[in-house]
Nanobody
C-alpha cells in the first residue's frame, strides 16, 4: 500500500527558511517522481516543484524558482523541499504526491497518490 507522509511544517517569520519532508513507502523504489503541491485557503491546489528519482531531474513553478529547492534521498525514499526567503503568500498546506511513471511535471492530474499535507504558515 502506497503511503506518503509529510512532515516539518511550522510557523515561520517572513524571510525565514524551512525544510519539509516527504517519506514514501509501499511501492518499488526504482524509477518514480515526487511532486510538491500547496493549497492556500480559498485557492486551488498549485504545483510547486517536482523531482524524478533516481536521476534527480527537477522542475519548479515560476513563483518559487530561486527560493525553493527540491532534493531526494533514495536510500530512505524521502524527498525534501527547502523553502527560503519565505513570504506570507507561501502560507498553505503543502502536499507531496507520487507519479510511478517518473513524469517530471507539476500538473496534479499526473499524480495518483497523495499525502495528508503539512501546514506552513509565514507570519510575523
Amino acid at each position: 500500500q502506497v503511503q506518503l507522509v509529510e512532515s516539518g511544517g511550522d510557523l515561520v517569520q517572513p524571510g525565514g527558511s524551512l525544510t519539509i519532508s516527504c517519506a514514501a513507502s509501499g511501492f518499488p523504489h526504482g524509477y518514480y517522481s515526487i511532486g510538491w503541491f500547496r493549497q492556500a485557503p480559498g485557492k486551488e491546489r498549485e504545483g510547486v516543484a517536482c523531482i524524478s528519482v533516481p536521476d534527480d531531474m527537477t522542475d519548479y513553478a515560476d513563483s518559487v524558482k530561486g527560493r525553493f529547492t527540491i532534493s531526494s534521498d533514495n536510500a530512505v525514499a524521502t524527498v525534501y523541499l527547502k523553502l527560503h526567503s519565505l513570504k506570507p503568500e507561501d502560507t498553505a498546506v503543502y502536499y507531496c504526491s507520487l507519479n510511478l511513471l517518473q513524469d517530471l511535471t507539476v500538473n496534479s492530474k499526473e499524480y495518483d497518490y497523495w499525502g495528508q499535507g503539512t501546514q506552513v504558515t509565514v507570519s510575523s
